[in-house]
């Protein structure tokens, strides 16, 4: 009979990769909103119950974290990405909130594309988990994540450049103004989110070379 020294480590990449579907799951019902607005209700609490799920497996890592003793890549950056996958969640349900609440008549066309964007990263962020996992190059796929976000700060740019260009100051039109800023602001915050943790990884990568 043998016996463990120390207690078998938990699978710290499988969590992530976990955390990833849910995330990507998540960007794809927001893509869906954003490219047909039919059934927006059911698809926001469609998010909203993904980001329950995420929140919970974000704790799970967490309380694992602090109690394991030997694990795969340095406690800090297990928590980094742990605590940026769950972010990158909450800003995909928050600008999936906003557009449902809001009452818009139409997503315009810069949001759709950075929400298109914002899936695509997402989806190579897992590929960069595994990466990270199996110890391979990160180099292409990094630099596709980035011409995604640079992608998103021109869209970013032409979709407020357009709602102030609107000479229109009824209520109305000034209200439809805030609204759109908040929902940009937070695709802003997701897709720089997602870049950074990106960077951080290709980091991570380095660091375990």
Not at 33 to 42: H, L, N, S
Not at 48 to 59: H, I, K, Q
Not at 107 to 117: H, K, T
Request: proline letters at 2%; one cysteine or more.
């Amino acid at each position: 009979m043998t016996f463990r020294l120390f207690p078998k480590a938990p699978k710290f990449f499988a969590f992530f990769r976990e955390q990833n579907r849910i995330i990507v799951e998540a960007a794809t019902i927001l893509d869906t909103i954003a490219q047909d607005f039919t059934g927006c209700d059911v698809r926001c609490q469609m998010v909203n119950r993904l980001e329950a799920e995420g929140d919970n497996l974000n704790r799970t890592i967490s309380q694992l974290l602090s109690t394991t003793f030997i694990t795969p890549i340095d406690r800090e950056d297990i928590h980094q990405i742990n605590v940026s996958q769950e972010t990158i969640l909450n800003h995909i349900q928050a600008i999936s909130n906003r557009i449902g609440v809001y009452e818009f008549t139409r997503i315009r066309f810069p949001a759709q594309r950075m929400v298109s964007n914002l899936k695509e990263m997402v989806i190579a962020i897992g590929l960069l988990l595994a990466m990270l996992e199996s110890k391979k190059d990160v180099d292409e796929t990094v630099g596709q994540v980035k011409f995604k976000k640079k992608e998103c700060e021109m869209l970013l740019l032409s979709g407020l450049g357009e709602l102030y260009a609107n000479h229109d100051s009824s209520p109305e039109q000034v209200m439809e103004i805030m609204k759109w800023t908040h929902v940009y602001d937070r695709i802003d915050k997701a897709f720089n989110r997602a870049w950074q943790l990106a960077k951080a990884i290709e980091g991570i990568v380095l660091k375990n070379a």
